[in-house]
């Protein structure tokens, strides 16, 4: 996985972007009828139930834009919250809080939706050994977000990127000529390159599951559109000498089933890629 300061390097460049594309050369919408030293507060108000998430983004945003501006907070990133909750009042100049309204709201209803979403997976799975995933299923610019909301809600990230780790899928296997031969490939590349990354391998049948475990250094295995029954054959058959992961349509109605198979991990791409936002809104105070 990538470190904590790659990952803040991503919350960076993702706020100067998003500034870049909202304000552009200026707000003139503010600038044409509100005065400079015009002061103000303003309150981010709840108007969903779910799990809140990005408030300490938008602490982020609020200082890029204007150090002067203060925030009181009242509820924090991961916490429940229900309509007419308040989350934080921001104080400051009225132009600056204007300026940062729009990206704050955006990145805030996105993010606790996905928080959201997750904790409904994690509330599924309590009691079980079986963690869930998020993808690379997210929205182009702000996977950083996304995946932080997942955390927030509960869950578990996978790779961050293409970089972070190896993950063999079909094609990659198809394309290399078969599963051991990807797997050889990637191992001689990785110490030809001085790399130190984890592979997962995706199995689509059991007879791939035995050709992956005939492999040592596998990280983890991924059974791939395998029902209850197979998957539960398939966790019996790798005997923890890998860690599990199923993946392929598990919504939550089924994501139970497939943690009493005894996998280790579900992915789900819903996580990201199928939530409606949550709805918030910043009003003068």
Known sequence: ?????????????????????????????SLACIPTEAQGKAKLLVKDDGIIAGVDFA?????YIDPELK?????????????RDIVFFVEGSSQSILKAERLVLN???????????????????????????????????????????????????????????????????DFAG?????????????????????????????????EILKSDGIYRILIDNFNYEETKQAVKLINKQCLTESSGGITLDSVRKYAESGVDYVSSGALTHSIYNMDLSLKAV
Do not use: C
């Open 71 to 83: 925030m009181e907070i009242l509820i924090k990133d991961g916490e429940r919250v229900q309509k």
């Open 107 to 173: 990145a805030m209803q996105r993010m606790s939706a996905i928080a959201t979403k997750t904790n409904e997976f994690v509330q599924k799975l309590e009691g079980t050994n079986t963690k869930i995933l998020d993808t690379r299923k997210t929205t182009p610019g702000i996977r950083a977000l996304e995946k932080w909301a997942v955390k927030i809600g509960g869950g578990e990230n996978h790779r961050f990127a293409l970089y972070d780790m190896v993950m063999l899928k079909d094609n990659h296997i």
């Open 178 to 210: 078969g599963i051991t031969q990807a797997i050889n490939k990637t191992k001689q590349y990785l110490k030809d390159k001085g790399l130190d990354l984890k592979i997962i391998v995706e199995a689509r049948d059991f007879k791939e599951i035995e």
């Open 1 to 29: 996985m990538i470190s904590q300061a790659q990952f803040q390097k991503e919350i960076e460049l993702i706020i100067s972007n998003a500034v870049r594309e909202d304000v552009g050369e200026g707000d003139h919408s």
């Open 59 to 63: 602490k982020q945003v609020f200082n």
